[in-house]
């Protein structure tokens, strides 16, 4: 079955880039979304965005000034760049299948990746 | 604050009935679907019920969502040691054109 893996620095400093990466394994990426969703410490979940595999992307406008995710199909990988970091980008960061597309777009992830923190501190 | 509001706890016996409410408004819950994760202590979320009250395969029939007016609920069965986890609501949002979780509700197995 289709597995998630993020990858990425553990550490960012404010105001500079986070740069992720999730691969995709058991499956291809094509014909399908991807999502990326994170959590703050001890705090609830909140969706950043999706990319469909041709590379259209969907944002969550709370973040859509600093969010851009990108796919490498020749690499099963998709990837997430949030720009201007502060201490309140610090989370384990989630990448997901996302089924829930049609419009309007729902909240319908699955599986996920097993996660990857991201602190952000100088 | 989150959008959906949940109780942050929960709690109940071995082989109990618990439910979990999910609380929205006309924007989110009250015109749109309603899904709920389950996460174990230390690991990703993972679907429980999609578009309402549908389990994906794998998923056991103790776990059963519904949904009325602006709220949702799940509702556990049997509880099982293994139930304890984070529990969150997640659904679309008209109003702010995102897809909006609830704060999660902590669920204890005494």
């Known amino acids: 079955q289709v597995q998630l893996q993020e990858s990425g620095p553990g550490l960012v400093k404010p105001s500079e880039t986070l740069s992720l990466t999730c691969t995709v394994s058991g499956g291809s990426i094509s014909s399908y979304y991807w999502s990326w969703i994170r959590q703050p410490p001890g705090k609830g979940l909140e969706w950043i965005g999706y990319?469909?595999?041709?590379?259209?992307?969907n944002y969550n406008p709370s973040l859509k000034s600093r969010v851009t995710i990108s796919v490498d199909t020749s690499k099963n990988q998709f990837s997430l760049k949030l720009s201007s970091v502060t201490a309140a980008d610090t989370a384990v960061y989630y990448c997901?299948?996302?089924?829930?597309?049609?419009?309007?777009?729902?909240?319908?992830?699955?599986?996920w990746g097993q996660g990857t923190l991201v602190t952000v501190s100088s | 604050q989150s959008v959906l509001t949940q109780p942050p706890s929960a709690s109940g016996t071995p082989g109990q009935r618990v439910t979990i409410s999910c609380s929205g408004s006309s924007s989110n819950i009250g015109s749109n679907y309603v899904y709920w994760y389950q996460q174990l202590p230390g690991t990703a979320p993972k679907l429980l019920i999609y578009r309402n009250n549908q389990r994906p395969s794998g998923v056991p029939d103790r776990f059963s969502g519904s949904k009325s007016g602006t709220s949702a609920s799940l509702a556990i069965s049997g509880l099982r040691s293994e139930d304890e986890a984070d529990y969150y609501c997640a659904a679309w949002d008209d109003s702010l054109s995102a897809r909006v979780f609830g704060g999660g509700t902590k669920l204890t197995v005494l």
């Open positions: 990319i469909y595999y041709s590379g259209s992307t």
């Open positions: 997901a299948r996302d089924w829930g597309v049609s419009p309007p777009p729902q909240p319908w992830f699955d599986p």
